[in-house]
């Protein structure tokens, strides 16, 4: 009986202290949006968005600041509705994606901001514009998905200058600023995949 107790208050000790190692997950295209919104001359408010994004995320649960995330948005993704208008902005005026075919972030500080909370800081890369962005980010779950993979989810936002990334014409009559806000799901990728 003694040898038990001792058995399961080893076990138990050991579980406290176990540390969990970083998990590396791959953005899920088809559960990520990336959707930028502006304030167009007073009147309304567009959003474009930005699919197809691609990325690697390291989450790690006991030490947050050893987390990074890579991503990848490429502008052939950009799609605002409306053909013409994204002919226009991919165009040189704005994005130049024949020039400039992607725009990338990679995190360079993630840190705690409370309960679920974290803010990622990072170099948002535009038309070889790079300028730091900070992304305040909601944990929304770790879990399994439906095909039992390890998945993450979250939530993010953030404000840019647009004039920052070499895309700012007709500012300020359109903002200058624009809030850009992220939902996303992540899984562990499949043996062999």
Known sequence: MIK????????????NFAIAAPVTYQLDPSHTNVIAQWNHFGFSNPVAHFGQAEG????????????????TLPLSGLNSFTAKFDEHLRGTDFFDAARFPVATFRSTAVESAGEGKLK???????????HPVVLD????????????????????????????????????????????????EASVAKAGS
């Open 4 to 15: 038990r107790l001792l058995l399961a208050a080893a076990l138990v000790t050991t579980a």
């Open 137 to 184: 980010v909601t944990l929304n779950k770790i879990g399994e998905n439906m095909a039992k993979q390890p998945t993450i989810g979250f939530d993010a936002r953030a404000t840019i200058k647009r004039s920052d990334f070499g895309v700012g014409m007709y500012a300020p009559a359109v903002s200058d600023e624009v809030d850009i806000r992220i939902t996303t």
């Open 120 to 130: 990622v800081t990072g170099d948002l890369t535009i038309k070889d514009n790079t």
């Open 56 to 71: 690697i995320l390291i989450y790690d649960a006991d030490n947050v600041a050893a987390s990074s995330v890579k991503v």
